[in-house]
């Protein structure tokens, strides 16, 4: 409309007067003017995503340096305007963020796997201060992240400690239907994606490599999910849920690497407060960890049973986990403070210390030495059924008395069921204040034990003779329909 009246005034200027058409002009432009600063409509957008980009071909552009206000810009619009519902960052391209990168409600930040948020050097930024977090402190919901990589530039920010609260890359408090995937996220201080107070979390089809912190963080949070991620650990955990619950680890492979600063455990569930009692942690592979593969821990005041019980664990294959030589919590589940967690189903290899041990470590060992993390009530137990333990090795802190494949430290509090388990060559033994009346001692027979091939060969001891009550329905043909030891049906 505004240049149909730009083309009259061109024509018709003599006939109206120089004047009125000089005043028709500047209000045609202003209002021309106005609608563009209002709307602040993009150009070059395509259906409902706004695309920012260091070559100039975004609707935002970015120079390499603070390119979080850019990318804030675009996500402002997108807050804004309903129509759009996507901010696109375009590869191959680094984008330089010297402050938070903010995202509002139901809004997608995407990007090409050439695309890179990187934290600037010596940022100096306050403790507790994420790079990527929600506009509303109120809350957030409806945000999907995924993609892009997140470089969290460790090397050149070394006058931070890790594992303190320092450059997480993605933390939403009061977050509803959060949503992170394919991103590869690498060398930061902190966690990959914490949430706290929140539900409906899916962490999947991540690359996860030397954080400072854990992979994934869920605080006080319900329906947490996380599947297909690869993650290696530095610091913490690849994946952690403190008192939350109708939580889903599965699929995932973890490992760490040989270093004082390698990590704790591949995945932990920790309970002070609040419920938990519906968590699963199935078909994962744990190896190489420094400390446990799986870490079950409640402590705090005394609890009802019903708020930490039933957690199932089944079907993971966890080898050479524990290798760290300075605490002796190591091992491949260690657990303490939860009542009738299932265990089984599960291929135990050459872990350090024990295959399944009941403990807690001592508050010396702890990152807080204030925190007390025994657990104060009784009748702790744990239902070990249908897993194969071989080759247990003695820890490497204190090996004496170890190397077996089922220890309890706590036997006035904490008891096993161990029931049709498959034991063999474990250096210590096979149990330490335990016992069972069930369990074989023979060797398993994998199809490629060196390659960590653990399914089982057809004369294999192990197939046909599971507990008899465990779901057989998906077992080998010959097997007769009933259930196998180990993790292969």
Known sequence: MNEKYLTYLRQNWKKIGLSTAILI??????????????????????????????DGSGDFNCDGKDDQVEIN???????????????????????????????????????????????????????????????????VYGVTIKGFEINGNHDKNEDRKKGQGYYNMIKFLDAENVDAHGMYMHDGHGDGLRVERGSNIKFYNNRVYKLGHDGLFAIDCLNVEAWNNRITCRTNSGLRVWNSNYVKFHDNVIDSFYHWSAGGSGIQIEKTTGVVNDVEVYNNTIYHTYGPGIWLIGYGE????????????????????????????????????FYDTLIEKNVFDRVYHAAIIQMYPPSSEDRDSSVDLSPQGTGYSTIVRNNIIIDTQKRKKDPEGTGYAVINYLPETHSFVLENNCLYNNKGGNYKNASSTTDIYSNPLFVNHGKHDYHLKQNSPCIGIGYVSSDSSKELEVSGNKTNIGRYD
């Open 302 to 337: 005394a609890y009802p049973k019903e708020e930490a019980q039933n957690v199932h664990i089944y079907k993971n294959t966890l080898y050479n986990t524990g290798t760290n030589p300075s605490i002796d919590w190591v091992g491949g589940i260690v657990t303490s403070g």
């Open 25 to 54: 002009f500047l209000i045609a432009l202003g209002v021309l003017i106005f609608y563009t600063i209002e709307s602040n409509i993009p150009p070059k957008t395509s259906n409902n995503t706004v695309y920012v980009a260091g």
């Open 73 to 139: 810009q675009a996500l402002e619009y997108v807050a804004k305007n309903q129509q759009f519902s996507t901010v696109h960052l375009k590869g191959p391209n680094t984008y330089v963020i010297s402050d938070s990168i903010l995202i509002g409600n139901n809004t997608t930040l995407e990007g090409d796997n050439t695309a890179v948020v990187k934290l600037e050097d010596n940022a100096n930024w306050p403790v507790s201060k994420p790079m990527i977090t929600q506009m509303d402190s109120a809350g």
